[in-house]
């Protein structure tokens, strides 16, 4: 069946631009997760959606950096004015439900470059 | 709060040896602890996930791990290494009610013929 998918699959943009990324989680996961890879480090968790709860947004580095999602489907991460230090890969995650023993499923990723 | 250490960014086997990458956790409530595997250019794959039942996990492509309440290790071993095991590995914490994973910074396994 279809995975977790994300567009583009890289990004280049000029610094000081916004982006937008995208994520298509799997039919059926209620609960969706975006993070982020930068080099030579582990994931960082950015946002978290779980059905039409607040999302939990305690992971967001800064007021620049912002997501929707549409029900339980499509989810954009912006980042706007972006800075070099964004560069990364923005990985998106679904799970059926909510819970740690929910595996989450990822996408490839979004590796976005700023210039 | 959670947090996961990988000792050592890089490790490297020859093909049929044994595969043993280490993760040491600190979590203030009992963890739920996972191992991750990403190949080149693709996303992050389940390997196992230990949610307290039993301690030895096996999971997927011949590998396993242990809990280990009193060294707060959740170690990923091997008995043999294959060529198509060359890939990065994450170690994962979460607790109980949180539902976002906490990662280590990972360890790239390089396998040689």
């Known amino acids: 069946g279809a995975g977790v998918s994300q567009s583009p699959s890289n990004k280049v943009t000029e610094k000081g631009k916004d982006v937008e990324l995208r994520c298509d989680p799997i039919?059926?996961?209620?609960?969706l997760y975006w993070y982020r890879q930068r080099l030579g480090q582990g994931l960082e968790f950015l946002i978290y959606?779980?059905?039409?709860?607040?999302?939990?947004k305690s992971g967001l580095p800064s007021d620049r950096f912002s997501a929707e999602r549409t029900g339980e489907s499509v989810s954009t991460l912006t980042i706007q004015r972006t800075q070099q230090e964004d560069s990364a890969v923005y990985l998106c995650?679904?799970?059926?439900?909510?819970?740690?023993?929910?595996?989450?499923?990822f996408g490839p990723g979004t590796r976005l470059t700023v210039l | 709060a959670q947090s996961v250490t990988q000792l050592g960014s890089h490790v490297s086997v020859s093909e049929g040896a044994l595969v043993l990458l280490r993760c040491n956790y600190s979590?203030?409530?009992?963890?739920?602890l996972f191992w991750y595997v990403q190949y080149p250019n693709q996303g992050l794959q389940l390997l196992l996930k230990y949610t307290s039942a039993a301690t030895l996990v096996k999971g997927i492509n011949g590998f396993e791990a242990e809990f280990k309440k009193s060294e707060t290790s959740f170690h990923l071993t091997k008995p043999s290494a294959h060529m198509s095991d060359a890939a990065e590995y994450f170690c994962a914490v979460s607790a109980s009610g949180y539902s976002t994973l906490t990662f280590g910074k990972g360890t790239m396994l390089l396998v040689s013929p």
């Open positions: 959606f779980q059905g039409n709860s607040a999302p939990d």
């Open positions: 039919s059926g996961h209620t609960a």
């Open positions: 995650a679904s799970s059926l439900s909510q819970g740690p023993n929910n595996e989450q499923f």
């Open positions: 979590s203030s409530v009992p963890p739920y």
